[in-house]
């Protein structure tokens, strides 16, 4: 673990900070190698898949979310130094949260936060517990993302897997590629992506909530990325995962289905392709002992549906210590699925660009 | 994450040393506060229910694994210094490894390991990559568990839920409570156990292994472990079990199945009972925020079953860079879930006292 | 240690980023408790300590260094999530600079910077190794005093004990409080900061610069802070004392006179006073076995004099590797002495806060 | 920081453990790169050097310091894995220290671990706060010597320069590499070697004790340490050598002298010498701006006379609050410096392994 709750990584260390209706969400990234081009335009590009007010099926709260770089940037390439980044919050509405300091959200951290900071934590969109904290790591995930794939080219790609009980099936890798980011649920089954889209105006129109899966698969990985025991891939990566609000579930590979299986059937038989030791199977995910095979990493994240919604719901009123009753307004996901996708991306990538270079596979300084 | 691979916590810190087949496995505990009473009795009960040669179900290897205080503790009470601890290796065969060097067995970290430390790593037995390590865990584990149940009478209780596709139902607390360690496979629902272990003697006659699922429950913890957002109470949980062998999943409460459910039945209403807030469902498993809520902590962890099995398998020889056929013999277990149980619990065990020290939950110095 | 560089810290935690002349210079501080009344103003007041322009003998660089708290305060509050704060860089002139690429300056971090950071570090002002950059530790230094003097009643006091070696001598603790911001250097003693001021006067004409000592007593401090052996009191703050640009040397109580004595000469004696155990001299400058005593914490800290010289100097030409003359022109400080008060200030109540909070002095939330 | 106090470093990992009169004094290197050729005898021969009971100046406990290394070493070279070592302790005579349990000693950790461990601390023989626990950071900083020397070829090398205030003179690097060890106080001076000789005993009669100064040298060192700016070189040095008992001062080149001197005379003017960029003069020693400039470091430690003496003391008694006399018997050394000039190197070698690391200067795997 490390230090304090807001700060991740060893090498390529992320610190996270802002709240949902402060001045601003932002993040710093502390070991990224010098020599990396880096501009604004690179963060923006995930930040706006990120970004809610996109589409009918998302948050309606309308934030420009413009990246602004303020250290660690000079001449277009990393120094280094710390890179400090953070975008303004703007669209904020604070006045319908005032009712769950009293009464706590069915749910939502309202009642942990309370308890734990003594009623001194931002309530305001859910102060620091508020999903937008995300916007952080995806800035952080960016510079990760940039500095893998210029190293090592490495491809990370995270979609919807299922929402609502609805599962995508039979996509290849191209479907992946190509299809996930050309529907609004990020999914690269479009029969499934229709079938999540109309599920989730249904269920929107009830004033209910969604959860679902998000698959991640990335391509291009070396053999080594890993430190057993405690510093392990799976280990490092579901510990990141886990910090995305609303996740309950992480697996690798063939993950609770292993559970199910028998040795003959689980382990990854060993072949040469290309003069390259590789298993014909990958039911491991791509990590055995914890490191890293080179075979591509696959792993799956369970959210739960919002917490937020429109239903009346019971919960207790804390002044009278009795019962009480609520609804929860405002701008909420019927399912975070979509939204997560980018985030789940940027978490995997922080990680692997940390491991990377505690590998020696990134050097401190990248010359031409 | 920390430092090099084989430390984990910020307050309780716990450092892992030791091979399989080297002269012992071992763990430091950095940061247990002082006064607690602890004497090696205590942490051998922990290490027998681990231990190999005590049912025809696990492995053969017969050692004594008698713990050794070398450090940290004085006049039957901790001090506030390093306590260091370990067992020696005894029954040792290392020769059957010796052909896994050229010839990778599917499943195990045999390749990872040779390309990532460039063939210096310790083989025999599977080196630090084995089983074997996790008794310095459990080590670990019972410290923090007497401190735990002496400070905040915090109970963890972990059992087997399944095996081979066997799950336990309908049990109770008290079930729990009696019956997980009155039967071999530490199961609470005793017909379930019965059929689990006629699944693993048939597998086990077939040269197969089985893989399996444990659950663990925690009762007493109170409102406000956990340090968002990267060393979530889940976060830190989720590092940790990772890093035991075989896992490849891990779930909080409704997990993987709250993917599939609307945000109403999932939420866990807020309710009074005996002044205290409490929910009426724990969807949530004892997490909201990825702060504890008070309610009973419940995860579950998948293991994939072993893989060492006795049936042949395909590899490659790296020598040669051809495919090649191996057959895995050697004192293996068909099912790692018996004994994955005390290992489970001393793993939350870590995590919890690590939390409750940073919560200030329990104090540097325990004074009668 | 930890991480990268640019984080100091296990419970109150300091992350510093920004350089001289980009954007901006900032801090992010994580792990203060909840609760502690903080605004801008109690940032500010420490700031204008430390900003440049305000007196004929330092740099006439004219910052307005006007603190902005991104985060972390709510309605007046701290609420334990992480306080980003910056001032924005105005007064920048960066072309000066340009020369030393290629020709570094003899004592700076010019050429170690260049190999190290293979060309790519912001060479604008001397980018991140900038006395600029103690403005970040400033305004976490500032959290740090109030939330200690709140807490435990803590005082801490830095001065200019010594002067192109003119010494201040026969000052009281009265003098201290009362006199050391009375006059531009930071001295007690007034006789001797007149003479101080001479002497930098005289020395600023001839293009030339001078070092001196800062001293700093803490007062109020329990017994009990420092985490033996490696994060001892005196560990710790000597480690983030060298991170002071232009520090050479950090001693207490009696340092390296200690050396010369006898250690009948150097134990200090305990008596009782009012019911406590106290020395009746204090050699140990208020820590023994890396603890604080409860004596006053006396330390010293040596600065070079700063190494831009208006003197022409022989460095290299990188681009000919031949030898070269050099003129450092710019807008510099003839000591740091008088600056470096407030930053020395501010880094030994990072570190003492940080201690306080891991000896459970400090807890997590204030409640009135 | 980092965690609790009983770890430093970064990548090159050592967690210390143990006690003076207990089991066993030792500690764990974690991070240590794979394929090192290391033996027990690579410790021993370090160990040797600090170990008492081998020259009428030190004190006569009579411990052969044994090392056995128990993990991480395989077939002659490291692992990759933690690395376990210790020495058993065996002449242990305990009982002259129950006196002061109540009776604190002027000068040692007596009174404030009662106060910080509540009593529950080890005092035979000061328990954790021992010079004896520096035996473990000579097995660690052998290994860590071990690994400099054979990658990057530096060569560290530390001697008396000062005791009782006699100041070694006019020595050169030859004499610093062969006349070190040839006199009893390993000083490279021998006539001032001769002078300090006379002197302790002198004092050793009296039943006083003397301090000292220890200078090191480190030689070559590439440019690049260092990570600025809290894990700077000068930073992590400083705060490892702190961690040395009886040390009260570090300082860096010119040190505290630099405080005096002009600009003009303390930067050190860059020049060319075969190719390489170098400078004419080494006040900086070695470093700058935190980081190593090619040059050879060079650092001077203060450490106060010994607390032990046999002269009568005046103390309190804890049980009635009211002043005590005592007398510390036992067996002691009348200066620790010549005990402490392989502890300097130790701990030196440690900080610069971690670093070199860190800098990517030394790989993961050591291929031949």
């Given at each position: 673990m490390d230090l304090t709750?807001?700060?991740i990584g060893e090498r390529f260390v992320v610190i996270s900070f802002g709240e949902s209706?402060?001045?601003c969400v932002g993040a710093v990234v502390d070991g990224c190698p010098a020599g990396l081009e880096l501009s604004e335009a690179d963060i923006q590009r995930e930040l706006?898949?990120?970004?809610?007010?996109t589409s009918s099926l998302i948050s309606p709260r309308v934030e420009e979310d413009k990246v602004e770089i303020l250290s660690g940037v000079f001449e277009g390439r990393t120094t280094g130094s710390p890179i400090c980044m953070l975008v303004w919050n703007k669209d904020v509405?604070?006045?319908?949260?005032?009712?769950?300091v009293n009464r706590p959200r069915p749910g939502h951290a309202d009642y942990v936060a309370r308890i734990k900071y003594g009623g001194f934590a931002d309530w305001r969109g859910g102060g620091r517990f508020s999903g937008r904290v995300t916007a952080g790591l995806v800035m952080a995930g960016a510079v990760a993302k940039k500095l893998l794939s210029k190293t090592l080219n490495v491809e990370i790609m995270a979609y919807a897997l299922e929402i609502g009980g609805i599962?995508?099936?039979g996509f290849t890798l191209d479907d992946i590629r190509n299809k996930r980011y050309s529907n609004?649920?990020?999914?690269?089954?479009?029969?499934?992506?229709?079938e999540m889209i109309g599920k989730i105006n249904e269920v929107k129109s009830e004033g209910d909530s969604l959860g679902g899966i998000v698959e991640c698969q990335v391509f291009g990985l070396p053999v080594g990325l890993g430190e057993p025991i405690f510093s392990s891939l799976d280990s490092d990566l579901s510990r990141a995962l886990f910090a995305i609000p609303a996740v309950k579930g992480v697996e690798f590979g063939a993950g609770f289905t292993a559970a199910k299986l028998l040795g003959s059937q689980n382990n990854d038989p060993y072949t040469i392709t290309d003069g390259k030791v590789v298993t014909t199977t990958n039911n491991a995910g791509g990590i055995l002992g914890g490191i890293s095979t080179g075979m591509p990493l696959v792993l799956r994240v369970a959210f739960k549906?919002?917490?937020s919604i429109a239903k009346k719901q019971t919960t207790v009123d804390l002044s009278s210590m009795k019962e009480a009753e609520i609804v929860v307004r405002g701008r909420h996901d019927t399912t975070v699925i979509p939204r997560a996708v980018p985030v789940v991306e940027a978490v995997v990538a922080i990680i692997l660009a940390d491991h990377a270079i505690r590998a020696a596979l990134i050097p401190p300084v990248l010359r031409d």
């Open positions: 709750g807001n700060i209706h402060g001045r706006d898949l990120r970004k809610p007010g509405d604070s006045e319908p949260y005032r009712t769950f599962r995508a099936r609004e649920v990020r999914c690269p089954d479009e029969a499934a992506a229709k549906p919002p917490s």
